[in-house]
């Protein structure tokens, strides 16, 4: 799959807005991804995640384990498992920060993967990386659908992407003149549809 077929795939699906949006992080910026938009289409999500297993499979060699971070990860980790013939497990926030819960374990010698939906500034996949190696096994690298970062966020482990994106974000105080005319709306699971100034 091509980045250009990639990215399709989140237009057909209506997941790729347009605005002034305000991000997880706080920044602020003129495109959003809706990736759920894209997820609640199987048959779409499994063409995105058999494309970034088959990527991910050539970059690192054979996987035994997917650990994404919950929630927004889930979904493309679990589906990019299954193509790579891999477990599925996430990690969530337990006291404000990313641990393995449910039982889930990380046995020594399992080759490891991260799968991330979209890095924009890599935080939650730092987080997600830093669970990992507090367990034992094998952390091979990490994969996303979209890094919209276009490669510069430094989440500290090689990555393969299905789309590089070079979307600018902004502190809120910087957002250009034309951004600043529209409604800033948080479209993210933090803050689904709030209008905010």
Do not use: W
């Not at 924009?120 to 730092?126: E, P, V």
């Not at 479209?187 to 549809?193: E, K, N, T, V």
């Amino acid at each position: 799959m091509t980045e250009d077929e990639a990215l399709a795939e989140f237009r057909d699906a209506g997941a790729l807005l347009e605005g002034h949006f305000i991000l997880s992080s706080g920044l602020r910026s003129p495109v959003f991804l809706q990736k759920m938009f894209v997820f609640m289409d199987p048959t779409r999500t499994e063409r995105l995640c058999r494309a970034l297993a088959e990527k991910a499979r050539a970059a690192f060699g054979p996987i035994d384990i997917v650990v994404s971070p919950a929630v927004g990860g889930i979904v493309p980790g679990y589906e990019t498992a299954r193509h790579l013939g891999a477990k599925a497990i996430f990690v969530e926030r337990e006291n404000g920060e990313f641990t393995l819960r449910r039982g889930f374990e990380i046995p020594e010698g399992a080759r490891v993967l991260m799968v991330e939906d979209i890095i924009t500034t890599g935080l939650s996949s730092r987080e997600c990386l830093a669970a990992i190696r507090r367990h034992p096994g094998e952390l091979v690298g990490a994969a996303c659908l979209i890094d919209r970062s276009g490669g510069r966020a430094d989440i500290g482990a090689p990555r393969v992407s299905l789309v590089t994106l070079d979307i600018p974000n902004y502190a809120p105080g910087d957002v250009p003149p034309e951004m600043a005319a529209l409604p800033a709306v948080k479209p993210g699971s933090r803050g689904l549809a709030q209008k905010t100034g």
